[in-house]
């Protein structure tokens, strides 16, 4: 830590779960004031949580939310990212739980998102609306890297989904498994795909695969985080809402569930919301603190 900065507060919640043992854990710093950079990557890095989120009270009052508007900032134990979703949740509950649900706005290096906080009997819900999406193709070359990095063969993706990097708040190559077996078989070149994903930075690698119209099961690797996969990703999420907006594959009004982190023994859910003409995607998942 800086010389003579006092050690900060750091919570710990998990998000897209209403059970401690569940979804994707967060550390949260409720009050980076006196932080800077590296104190605050030092923080991240001692939890080794896939991302902390760092909050500083902003005096801005964002779209009229005075006294619940902060400027966020989130970590990984190896680098900054721009925009974290389950670190967002964690946040938004930790927050809930000292100042009370409602709508809080959260100014991030990808943009300023939006997020309502509702308590829902004995569970705290949390809905982040994501920076404006967008869809990029992948370059032949680099898609061949990521599948050999992967170790999946090509012809092990489903046809119906066709790769691409997509964004709402941070980078994702969309990838999506013909079954839930090539998801489930998960043991990839570390060093290889976090060279790859540096290069074409990217956050993480989002893949899935469809059980239903609406239901899909997801799995991320994070090696530019310095972790093998992150359980419960909304940042990612909200990409995937994008994507398959962009190519059809789902009603422009929809509501889709991910279930996430189930073969970490972590299962999540998480809830992608989209909206006939708002280019925006909603996310919404339950978060706790965990004891």
């Known amino acids: 830590m800086t010389t003579n900065a006092p050690q900060p507060e750091v919570v710990r919640y998990t998000a897209f779960s209403d059970t401690p043992d569940g979804g994707n854990p967060a550390g949260v710093v409720l009050d980076a004031t006196a932080l800077d950079d590296s104190d605050m990557l030092a923080v991240a890095a001692e939890l080794g949580y896939s991302e902390s989120a760092f909050l500083t009270p902003s005096p801005e009052g964002l779209g009229g939310q005075e006294g619940r508007t902060y400027n966020a900032r989130y970590f990984s134990p190896k680098a900054e990212v721009p925009f974290c979703g389950h670190a967002t949740v964690a946040a938004a509950v930790a927050l809930a739980e000292r100042i009370g649900p409602g709508e809080l706005v959260f100014s991030t290096r990808a943009g300023v998102v939006p997020v309502e906080v509702a308590q ?172």
Do not use: C, K, N
């Open 120 to 291: 829902e009997g004995g569970t705290i819900r949390v809905t982040l609306t994501s920076v404006e999406p967008h869809i990029e193709e992948i370059a032949d070359a680099d898609l061949t890297e990521a599948l050999a990095a992967l170790d999946w063969p090509a012809a092990d993706l489903d046809p119906a989904f066709p790769p691409r990097i997509a964004f709402a708040g941070a980078r994702h190559l969309v990838l999506a498994a013909a079954t839930r077996a090539r998801l489930a078989d998960l043991a990839y070149d570390f060093a290889r795909l976090e060279a790859l994903m540096h290069r074409l930075d990217l956050t993480t690698i989002q893949l899935v695969w469809r059980e239903t119209a609406t239901v899909f099961h997801v799995r991320d690797p994070f090696p530019v985080g310095g972790v093998v996969e992150d359980p419960a990703t909304g940042a990612a999420a909200a990409a995937f809402g994008a994507y398959v907006r962009e190519f059809g594959l789902v009603p422009e009004d929809a509501e889709l569930t991910l279930h996430q982190g189930e073969d970490l023994g972590r299962p999540g859910r998480l809830t992608v919301t989209l909206r006939a003409g708002d280019p925006r995607v909603r996310v919404s998942g339950a978060g706790t603190r965990i004891s």
